[in-house]
């Protein structure tokens, strides 16, 4: 599969395995990368691997994420190349046999290099964590004090190669395997947003906002 808007697929992102579930569309990319609450930062530091997990956000063709001023990993990665991964799981697949059984997923990988964000933009940028998070919330909070944008540290990448991968079908038994007598299907999973527990230092005459509000319920 070739891409008419994303990324051309490389020898790190082509997908040799199911090729059809593939994409290297901006699109399909985004979509992944956006349901997803956090992801997984794959890195090397002084010849060895690791991988952190980390909540992120998108603008356009960069993502971000942020952690503390005094982070060893956040102050290493800062010009390398790093692997972002998002993997998100929307059912078990089971079939009629052990070996047939599978998951229906969205997943994505990006590659590209780290930059630190300035101190002139990460307000902005922290700004817009919030805003996918919670869309509303950052007009009912207080404004971040010079000492807490100091302490914090915002990374940014921009996507030089990515792919997406998804499943969503049912279940592929063997013809053989098609008549025993075993239930077969999805078992469906979701992530929602549940209800708002209220802090008990809420004072009084400070409800939940419409836009909290209107969360409530939501599939992630």
């Known amino acids: 599969m070739t891409a008419t808007d994303g990324w051309p697929p490389s020898e790190r992102t082509r997908l040799r395995r199911l090729p059809a579930r593939g994409s290297y569309e901006r699109a399909a990319?985004?979509?992944v990368v956006d349901a997803a609450?956090?992801?997984?930062v794959g890195y090397v530091i002084d010849g060895r691997p690791f991988v952190t997990p980390t909540a992120h956000w998108r603008d356009g063709d960069r993502v971000y994420w942020h952690g503390s001023a005094a982070s060893r990993f956040l102050q290493q990665v800062v010009g390398t190349e790093v692997c972002l991964s998002v993997h998100l799981v929307d059912g078990l697949v089971l079939a009629r046999s052990g070996f047939d059984h599978s998951m229906n997923f969205r997943s994505a990988t990006l590659f590209g290099r780290v930059e630190a964000v300035s101190d002139d933009t990460k307000g902005a940028a922290l700004d817009a964590?919030?805003?996918?998070l919670?869309?509303?919330r950052t007009a009912e909070l207080r404004a971040p004090t010079e000492q807490e944008l100091k302490a914090t540290t915002?990374?940014?990448m921009t996507i030089e190669e990515a792919s997406a991968k998804v499943r969503?079908?049912?279940?592929?038994d063997k013809p053989e395997d098609l008549e025993a007598p075993v239930w077969a299907g999805i078992?469906?999973?979701e992530t929602r947003l549940r209800e708002l527990l209220p802090d008990p230092e809420v004072p009084v005459g400070a409800p939940p906002s419409?836009?909290?509000r209107s969360l409530v319920g939501r599939v992630l």
Do not use: D, N, Q
């Open 29 to 31: 990319v985004y979509a």
């Open 210 to 212: 419409e836009a909290l």
């Open 168 to 172: 969503a079908h049912g279940v592929s």
């Open 37 to 40: 609450l956090s992801c997984s």
């Open 129 to 132: 964590f919030i805003e996918k």
């Open 134 to 136: 919670v869309p509303g």
């Open 154 to 156: 915002v990374l940014a």
């Open 187 to 189: 078992l469906a999973i």
